[in-house]
């Protein structure tokens, strides 16, 4: 199986890679339009800040190419977060495959920490990105200031300050808002699932 990770302004996407290759797959780190085109699968992850990410996807030609791609497609963290339309991070324009905004949490509490980091429950999960995963063990870790609200995208939901997507997916398009490569065998799961879709 061909599976690209997508190559671009953004930080730890070598964990990505390492968990895919868990799993038996061999993936192709790449920012080349062409090979990302004819993958079976592409993932498109990493931890970063939105415009700077945007800039390097828009000088590379690859905005269009992701937003066009027809086979599943997986971002992760912010990879979720550019796929929607706008994003409050420096107020960048993303690329609208998720008709819906990223917005910053707002604390309203003292101890409501931004950014949230740790392991959180997910719940109103939905098929096929969590098949097999029991509800009372869907713990997966979160490290970001930035969430997608509760939307018709949304393909799982957890809680902190408000409830917001966890994950969300139209058609071949699937995101997490969570890190699969850090969230043990509950993510490793998540992250077969996805190399399993047909």
Known sequence: M???????????????????????????FTDDARLISSADKVVFPGQGEAAGAMAYLRQRGLGGVIKGLRQPVLGICIGQQLLCRHSAEGDTDCLGVFDVDVLKFAPTRHEDKVPAMGWNLLYDMRRPLFEGIPADEAFVYFVHSYYVPVCGFTAAKADYILPYSAALNKDNFYS???????????????????IELT
């Open 2 to 28: 061909n599976v690209v990770v997508v190559k671009y302004n953004a930080g730890n996407v070598y964990s990505v890679v390492n968990a895919l290759r868990r799993l038996g797959v061999e993936p192709t």
């Open 176 to 194: 997490t808002q969570f890190h699969p490569e850090k969230s043990g065998g509950v993510g490793e799961r998540i992250l077969r699932n996805f």
